[in-house]
């Protein structure tokens, strides 16, 4: 099986030797559990390493921003996106006009942007974003089905984020669908002060299923994958 490696120390160890090429990977976790910071390392760590293009989407923040929040580690991210080895895009979609129309126009807005770049890596942060601008509550699950299956489409291994509450061992999404719509799920959990990852699950490969501890260095996100965490630990 072809394998995208995430570049990032530790994880691409749990998953023995990266995520299944194509796949749709779904990181959930509380605030503060790095799931930003992660889905970036992963674009940018596709550039800087492998020279694989990628696209970060982000739904709340704009690129300005992402870039400052990303300064404290050793990341050129302006030369990545300078050498067409990366981009940022804000997704374009108000509280006042989150419908269909609107979203089926900004998913094509990402596949004109993937075909542009060449990319093969995509972050999609946060998918919870999304489903808050989405006015009829009884539409979220059925237009975050939409969205979801048309990233895969595009072609690129993809990463979205989701917003969950802190500590939940057993909740993986904030609308108790994306889970079932991805590959994998990777869940992150903050008890102050230690972070932990676990690994969900991963189709068609098989991964670790033990809880480990990681930590923010000054490169990014490093797990311990050779430490581990009761589930006790984690509240």
């Not at 300078?82 to 129309?101: C, D, F, H, T, V």
């Not at 595009?154 to 989701?162: N, V």
């Not at 969950?164 to 669908?177: D, H, L, M, P």
């Not at 991805?182 to 102050?192: E, K, M, R």
Request: net charge neutral; with cysteine; aromatic share 8%.
């Amino acid at each position: 099986m072809e394998r995208v490696k995430t570049g990032i120390k530790g994880i691409d160890e749990l998953l023995q030797g990266g995520i299944p090429k194509g796949s749709s990977v779904l990181l959930s976790g509380g605030a503060g559990t790095c799931k930003t910071i992660l889905g970036m390392q992963y674009i940018y760590n596709g550039a800087s390493q492998f020279q694989e293009p990628g696209l970060f989407v982000t739904i709340e923040s704009n690129a300005k921003n992402i870039m400052w929040n990303m300064e404290s580690f050793n990341w050129d991210i302006k030369k990545m996106q300078e050498n067409k080895l990366m981009s940022i895009y804000r997704l374009k979609i108000s509280p006042a006009g989150a419908e269909m129309g609107e979203i089926d126009a900004e998913l094509e807005a990402i596949k004109k942007q993937v075909e542009e770049l060449g990319a093969k890596r995509l972050v999609i942060d946060s998918t919870t974003a999304l489903g808050v601008l989405i006015k009829d509550t009884t539409t979220i699950r059925n237009t975050l089905f939409r969205f979801v299956d048309s990233v895969k489409e595009l072609g690129c291994t993809t990463i979205l984020t989701a917003e969950i509450e802190g500590g939940s061992k057993t909740k993986f999404s904030a609308f108790g669908v994306e889970e079932f719509l991805v590959d994998g799920v990777i869940a992150l959990y903050f008890t102050p002060p230690h972070r932990s990852m676990f690994v969900r699950k991963m189709r068609g490969t098989n991964h670790d299923k033990n809880v480990h501890p990681f930590m923010i260095g000054t490169n990014g996100v490093e797990v311990k994958a050779k430490e581990q965490i009761i589930w006790e630990a984690i509240k």
